[in-house]
């Protein structure tokens, strides 16, 4: 068990080097001093919301991986673990601070700190365990309108184009309320998300040319999801096919009907919604 948890943190720590060289490809250009910028009320929160679920999930799975025995009370100390996701994260936000477009958030500071918090109460509330944060993605028309800023390809798209991205909290009712409510496998769950975001504030910008791009024409729209997901952690337990089959669903939201409140466009159904 020590040699497996060993490979576990070289393979973290690999991917982690990795992902930090991808993403300052992906996301930096030019560098200066470094600054601070205010972002607060940018890209309709979900940046965010990213910076949440990315904290909580990394804090996660160094809590569930990680072996405090031997540490004085070692059931509290190990779920101080969580807090790893903040600092895991924390060198992004040196990298925005030295980014000549970007600049280092207290925003964003503050929304991985929510996250870790989140991770810390999840492990320890028997409550709160039952709300798992979920992320799903699908490809929009909109990066193709600004591919430099939303993506020019797919894996860039799910990092930079939010009006793709929607966050999940989806609830175990039965474990919240000791009812059988809904069948275990599955689970109700609330989503957020936006679309029509060319620019953090608004859809005009200077384009490479030197010209102005206007899209203000093009509403920029919150919307809130209703709808189900399975409970993988149920589902994983019944095979070991199913073990393999429904792991990437611990992270991601099931595709399935929804119900969305736009808040320019009013309630819209979706046969299928990921």
Excluded at 137 to 145: A, D, I, K
Aim: proline share 4%; hydrophobic share 45%; charged share 15%.
């Amino acid at each position: 068990m020590a040699h497996e948890r060993k490979y576990w943190y070289v393979a973290i720590a690999v991917a982690y080097g990795l992902l930090l060289v991808w993403l300052s490809s992906v996301w930096y250009s030019s560098y200066t001093t470094f600054h601070f910028f205010d972002d607060v009320f940018e890209w309709a929160y979900l940046d965010k919301c990213g910076h949440f679920f990315a904290s909580f999930q990394l804090g996660l799975l160094f809590y569930k991986i990680s072996d405090t025995k031997g540490l004085p009370n070692s059931s509290f100390s190990k779920r101080w673990i969580c807090f790893s996701g903040f600092f895991l994260l924390l060198p992004i936000e040196i990298l925005d601070g030295f980014s000549l477009n970007y600049g280092a958030s207290p925003a964003d500071l503050l929304a991985n700190g929510m996250g870790s918090i989140f991770c810390f109460l999840y492990v320890s509330n028997k409550t709160v365990s039952c709300i798992s944060p979920k992320f799903s993605f699908h490809v929009t028309p909109f990066s193709l309108l600004r591919p430099e800023l939303l993506g020019s390809n797919f894996l860039q798209e799910v990092v930079k184009d939010y009006n793709g991205q929607t966050y999940w909290l989806s609830f175990d009712l039965n474990a919240m309320t000791g009812k059988s409510i809904l069948p275990s496998w599955l689970l109700l769950t609330i989503g957020y998300g936006a679309e029509g975001l060319l620019g953090g504030h608004d859809n005009v910008w200077q384009n490479a040319e030197g010209g102005v791009a206007d899209y203000s024409v093009v509403a920029r729209t919150k919307r809130v999801f209703i709808s189900v997901d399975i409970n993988a952690a149920v589902l994983r337990k019944k095979s070991r096919l199913f073990s393999y089959l429904f792991a990437p669903f611990v992270l991601i939201k099931f595709p399935a009907p929804a119900i969305e409140l736009n808040f320019d466009r009013g309630i819209i159904f979706h046969p299928v919604y990921f």
